[in-house]
């Protein structure tokens, strides 16, 4: 017997993370140099689109990422960063690359937009994480490995992340958390 998929069923819903998940691995592809010359070489990132379901249907399929984002200003872009460090970083040396990370971000033009930046020890391989966040939507507080700290700035920061000394200022430590 022959039972037809879901989207057959609902046929013009698609009710589905794979699009977002898609498109958010195609504008971390292309994004990969920008991003990276604002990073340590250590540094591992996911960049991931979150949009409620009724933002897309079967019909975007062949879309892009950013011809998507232009349909739907209703969403979020993420850039989710795993620095690693020895020990307490000194973030003020990686706070221009993260202003200019989240200005990239924010670029997109979007309802919502964040850079998470953790600070994780160097002996650690978090790699499963990164890589199933936006599955799994987990942050770092569920991260089980040795942190130091995490810098969160989304939309809400607008007018008070203006330079790169509102980046430091933003860095909490997990005890802080």
Do not use: H
């Not at 850079?115 to 499963?128: C, K, M, N, P």
């Not at 936006?134 to 700290?149: E, H, P, Q, R, T």
């Amino acid at each position: 017997m022959f039972l037809p998929c879901v989207n057959e069923l609902v046929r013009d819903t698609f009710n589905d993370s794979y699009l977002l998940a898609r498109w958010g691995k195609e504008l971390e592809v292309k994004l990969a140099d920008e991003i990276e010359k604002n990073l340590p070489e250590e540094a591992k990132y996911r960049l991931s689109l979150y949009s409620s379901l009724d933002t897309f249907d079967l019909s975007m399929k062949d879309l892009q990422a950013e011809e998507f984002i232009q349909s739907s200003k209703d969403m979020s872009v993420e850039l989710l960063v795993s620095i690693k460090v020895p020990n307490e970083p000194d973030v003020s040396i990686y706070s221009e690359g993260i202003y200019n990370l989240y200005k990239l971000i924010q670029g997109f033009g979007t309802e919502g937009y964040r850079v998470s930046i953790g600070f994780v020890d160097e002996s650690e391989d978090i790699s499963d994480f990164l890589r199933t966040a936006f599955v799994n939507n987990i942050g770092w507080d569920n991260l089980n490995a040795k942190m130091y700290g995490v810098i969160y700035i989304d939309e809400i920061f607008i007018d008070k992340i203006t330079n790169v000394d509102d980046v430091v200022e933003r860095y909490k430590t997990m005890e802080e958390r």
